[in-house]
């Protein structure tokens, strides 16, 4: 008996232990040895919902098809449902080709007959349907892909270098001239937060000097010098108007926390500038990249070799 040497391991060990030699009998307590019950209700629901899956050939339909049938031998399927179920199952686009084929409907021929159509047609449509446009499908996704990406760093770069192109950079100079209408800064003692005629110590030397020298409502102010000189008290040899003048160069106009503060700001300035000047080259550098991905992608889709269709290997 040939089933003997198609088995091998466990099923040839337990053939050679089952005392029975009808064939009947041996075929019987081997489906209930090696094919429970749930095994075989799984593989007659997968036999019974079978469909063409999306990009599948009619040729890799029927061969799944008759594998499902080869792995329960015993699903206990009549022919003609076979038949019903396979058709059934398949996508409208190939059923179309198993109708035009037939010459008409399909399911009028007899169920010998249309099993056999099945079965020689299949044979005779192999087709890499799936394979090509599964394959098509991620090439064309990649390169949409990488597409959209070089165009998003090109949007990014032409963001960041159109402040350089339509707008020069503001100068030192402009910046400390606009600064005072936005912030208030005291040109007298360099504190932000009042401007000079609001400063203290501009208040305080006013005050000190309409003290010195009080202003008179009815009488008239000699001259400086000729009062100073005759007013003058015993002892005291110098004028006041000295002490004044000594005290007048502490309100100066420009004082030296101004030129701190333009420095800060060119110093800020330069680093963001710097920083600005980074992220365009390194933005450029992935741009590059993403460029080259996209050429080597389209050149290895437009390398095709003359008289072979897509899908099928390059012969070496």
Not at 79 to 96: C, M, P, R
Not at 114 to 133: C, E, I, K, M, V
Not at 165 to 174: E, F, K
């Amino acid at each position: 008996m040939l089933f003997g040497f198609s088995l091998r391991d466990k099923a040839q060990t337990w053939l050679n232990d089952f005392k029975e030699t009808e064939w009947s009998a041996i075929s019987q307590a081997f489906l209930e040895e090696f094919f429970p019950p749930t095994k075989t209700a799984e593989i007659r629901h997968k036999l019974t919902t079978f469909t063409q899956e999306p990009g599948e050939s009619l040729r890799e339909a029927w061969d799944r098809f008759k594998a499902l049938q080869r792995s329960c031998p015993h699903h206990n399927i009549e022919k003609w449902f076979l038949v019903q179920i396979f058709y059934h199952g398949l996508q409208d686009e190939t059923k179309n080709t198993v109708d035009s084929a037939a010459g008409g409907v399909f399911l009028y021929k007899e169920v010998d007959a249309g099993y056999d159509f099945l079965a020689n047609l299949a044979a005779n449509h192999y087709s890499t349907t799936r394979t090509t446009s599964m394959k098509g499908k991620l090439d064309v996704d990649a390169y949409a892909l990488l597409s959209s990406q070089v165009a998003a760093l090109n949007l990014k770069i032409d963001s960041l270098k159109a402040p350089q192109s339509g707008t020069p950079p503001m100068s030192i100079n402009a910046m400390s001239s606009v600064a005072p209408v936005t912030t208030s800064y005291c040109e007298v003692c360099g504190i932000q937060g009042h401007f000079g005629h609001e400063c203290s110590y501009s208040l305080q030397d006013t005050t000190q000097l309409e003290q010195f020298h009080p202003p008179h409502p009815h009488v008239a102010r000699p001259p400086f010098q000729q009062g100073a000189s005759r007013n003058a008290p015993p002892g005291f040899n110098r004028p006041p108007h000295q002490g004044y003048q000594q005290q007048a160069p502490q309100t100066s106009a420009t004082p030296e926390p101004n030129n701190k503060l333009i420095a800060n700001m060119q110093k800020t300035a330069e680093i963001n500038q710097k920083n600005h000047d980074e992220s365009i080259k390194e933005l450029k550098n992935q741009n590059r990249m993403l460029e080259n991905q996209v050429a080597q992608l389209a050149d290895t889709l437009s390398q095709r070799q003359s008289g072979t269709l897509p899908g099928q290997p390059t012969p070496p």
